[in-house]
C-alpha cells in the first residue's frame, strides 16, 4: 500500500500540471478531507498507508478538483464568519470578502431595538444567517429568484441551529407589498459584464449560476437598477449596502446623488478595492 506522503505528493504534482491555484495546499485539504483528518494531523502520519478504499475516495476528489470544480463543492462546504455553510452547485460559493458586508452593516445600520433587514440574493443564506446571529433582535427576510437558493438557505439555517429568516421568491422588490419598508437592505448582487465572463477562473465561470454573477452587458446594470430601485423602500435614515465591482463605484455614486440619496460612500476589501456602496437615506 502507498504511505501518505508519496500519495500527496503525486497528487499536489497533478494539480499543479492542470493549473490547479495551490495545489499542494489543496491537496492537502482534500486529502484531510478523504481521511476525516485536520490538516495538520497529516504531518503526524506520512509514513501511513493508505488502503485502495481511502485511495478510491482521495483519487476521485482529485479527479474533480483537476477540472477546476470548487474545492468548496467537493468538501460540501464553506467558512463564512461564525458559519459552516453546505456549499454545492445551487448558489455561488461565499467569497471571503463578502464577510465584510457585516462589519459595514455593524458600522451604518441606525440604533434601533428591532431593526429590519433585508438580504436580497441571498444565495446560500451567508449573510441573511449572519445577520440573524450577530444581530439577536433584527427581523430578517432573505430573497432569491431561485428556489433552490431558498432551499439551500433553509438547510444552512438549520445546519446551524439558527432561527429560519423569512424566506421570500422573487425578483428584487417584487414580491413584497408597496409599502413595505426595512431599517436596512443589504445585497451582493450579480455585478459581472457579459464580456468579462470568459477571462474567470473555471472555479467561478463553469460552476457558479450564472444568475448570481452576470449583472448586465456592462455588470452595474443589476446594482444600478437595486440602488433605485431601494431608496423609497427604506425608513427614513435607512441603508442600502451592496457588494459592486471595484471599477463601479464612481458611476453608483453619481447616480445615487441624482436619484436624492442623503449620504455615498464606499467601502474596501482585503485588496484596497472599493468592494462596497453605502447608501444612506
Given amino acids: ?20 491555484p495551490n495545489p499542494r495546499l489543496d491537496a492537502e485539504l482534500l486529502l484531510a478531507h478523504a481521511l476525516g483528518l485536520k490538516r495538520l494531523d497529516l504531518y503526524l502520519q506520512f509514513d501511513r498507508p493508505l488502503a485502495e478504499t481511502e485511495l478510491e475516495v482521495y483519487r476521485d476528489f482529485i479527479r474533480r478538483r483537476s477540472r477546476r470544480e470548487p474545492l468548496q463543492h467537493i468538501e460540501g462546504e464553506v467558512a463564512f464568519r461564525e458559519l459552516k455553510l453546505k456549499s454545492d452547485r ?28 433585508l438580504d436580497i440574493g441571498t444565495g446560500t443564506g451567508a449573510i441573511a444567517l449572519s445577520i440573524i446571529r450577530e444581530f439577536q433582535n433584527a427581523e430578517v427576510c ?32 417584487e414580491p413584497f407589498a408597496r409599502e413595505r419598508r426595512w431599517h436596512a437592505i443589504v445585497s451582493n448582487p450579480p455585478y459581472i459584464g457579459e464580456n468579462e465572463i470568459a477571462s474567470l477562473e473555471p472555479e467561478v465561470r463553469d460552476f457558479d449560476p450564472r444568475n448570481a454573477l452576470v449583472g448586465g452587458a456592462q455588470g ?45 460612500e464606499s467601502f474596501q476589501d482585503y485588496q484596497q478595492n472599493q468592494r462596497f456602496i453605502v447608501l444612506k437615506k
Fill in 142 to 173: 432573505a430573497s432569491d429568484i431561485s428556489p433552490p437558493c431558498l432551499e439551500l438557505t433553509r438547510e444552512n439555517a438549520r445546519l446551524n441551529e439558527l432561527v429560519e429568516p423569512e424566506l421570500v421568491l422573487g425578483n428584487l422588490f
Fill in 90 to 117: 445551487r448558489a455561488l460559493v461565499p467569497r471571503p470578502e463578502t464577510e465584510l458586508i457585516l462589519d459595514v452593516l455593524k458600522k451604518h445600520l441606525p440604533s434601533i431595538v428591532r431593526p429590519r433587514i
Fill in 1 to 20: 500500500m502507498p504511505q501518505l506522503l508519496e500519495v500527496l505528493t503525486k497528487a499536489s504534482s497533478h494539480l499543479k500540471e492542470k493549473g490547479v
Fill in 220 to 264: 452595474w446594470e443589476l446594482p444600478l437598477i437595486l440602488l433605485e430601485l431601494a431608496l423609497s423602500r427604506l425608513e427614513e435614515s435607512g441603508i442600502l449596502i451592496m457588494e459592486i465591482g471595484p471599477s463601479q463605484y464612481e458611476l453608483l455614486k453619481a447616480r445615487a446623488f441624482e436619484l436624492g440619496w442623503n449620504h455615498t
